[in-house]
């Protein structure tokens, strides 16, 4: 069975310095993985996906993600935080062993940018 | 831009009551994801449906929520009756059956059962 950890409930980093949510999945054969964002009241939103090529992904607003296939692992970075990057973080993971697959999300980081 | 609407955005009722939520998924997407937001469970999916055909309601309680697809522009989640552990934020999510394809949700039904 697929599954999702996000280990940090909570990330608070100042302004300007670098981030890091951490991830990482469990998923037989190769995965596809996706990282959200969701601001108060709205839904979730695509921040970017690794499908498969290059190990380093770009997404919107300026973030990336890594994945890393030996340690089973997908963080989202940022050089320089903003506050404006304060926001809930989902992780997610799809399977592609049929194409009914849902997606699993993770359990959300909290991301905090103090100024 | 392309959006998944749904309505209503807020709705406060009282327990007994039918609840029902609607859905509007993008033009074009063919599955349409129902999911449940709250602080002790987080995000839970409830329901999927591919070609308006049910693939998986298994995190739904079948005794009083029915999730169905009268047409591919409308899914509708209700909820009879309705009881106060059901207050959380119900989302929509559509894409086009592809499973390296992003999720696009809707902005949520904030939903009070008093």
């Known amino acids: 069975a697929q599954s999702v950890a996000q280990p940090e409930d909570q990330v608070n980093v100042a302004e300007g310095n670098p981030l890091t949510v951490k991830c990482t999945y469990s998923v037989s054969g190769n995965p596809y993985l996706f990282w959200y964002v969701q601001y108060p009241n709205r839904g979730l939103q695509f921040l970017l996906k690794?499908?498969?090529?290059?190990?380093l992904v770009k997404g919107s607003y300026g973030f990336e993600a890594e994945f890393n296939k030996s340690q089973t692992s997908f963080h989202l970075k940022k050089p320089s935080a903003l506050v404006s990057d304060s926001a809930l973080y989902f992780c997610?993971?799809?399977?592609?062993?049929?194409?009914?697959?849902?997606?699993?999300f993770g359990s959300g980081t909290r991301l905090s940018i103090r100024p | 831009d392309a959006r998944v609407t749904q309505t209503p955005r807020h709705k406060v009722t009282e327990m007994g009551q039918e609840v029902t939520m609607r859905c509007q998924p993008i033009?074009?997407?063919?599955?349409v994801f129902w999911y449940r937001q709250t602080m002790m469970q987080g995000l839970e999916l409830l329901a999927y449906?591919?070609?308006?055909?049910?693939?998986?309601d298994s995190g739904m309680p079948k005794d009083r929520f029915s999730a169905e697809m009268p047409d591919a522009t409308l899914a509708t989640l209700k909820i009879q009756p309705s009881e106060p552990r059901d207050s959380a934020v119900y989302f929509c999510?559509?894409?086009?059956?592809?499973?390296?394809?992003?999720?696009?949700f809707g902005d949520g039904t904030r939903l009070s059962i008093l």
């Open positions: 999510a559509s894409d086009y059956q592809g499973i390296n394809q992003p999720q696009h």
């Open positions: 690794y499908i498969t090529g290059d190990n």
């Open positions: 997610a993971v799809r399977a592609p062993e049929s194409s009914a697959s849902k997606i699993i």
């Open positions: 449906f591919r070609n308006r055909a049910p693939l998986d």
């Open positions: 033009l074009g997407h063919n599955t």
